[in-house]
């Protein structure tokens, strides 16, 4: 799954908690919000669509929580 994400999930959406020994405790990932995008483009992804949509992923500034845990 991670893989698949991969394309997706930007090193700004990831975050880490540790504790203050340095050890892991908890993450958070966060994934851009396409549906602005996605808004925009009236349902209609072909034929320029898709560009659209590659060309305005790296500048989403709105993210959703994707999955987070802690111990």
Not at 40 to 61: D, V
Request: overall charge positive.
């Amino acid at each position: 799954m991670a893989r698949d994400m991969k394309p997706v999930i930007q090193p700004k959406g990831v975050l880490f908690a540790e504790d203050k020994n340095g050890r892991p405790i908890g993450f958070t990932i966060a994934l851009p919000d396409v549906n602005s995008l996605l808004h925009g483009l009236n349902g209609r992804l072909f034929p320029l669509g898709f560009i659209k949509m590659l060309w305005g992923i790296p500048r989403l500034r709105r993210y959703r929580m994707f999955a987070w845990a802690s111990s």
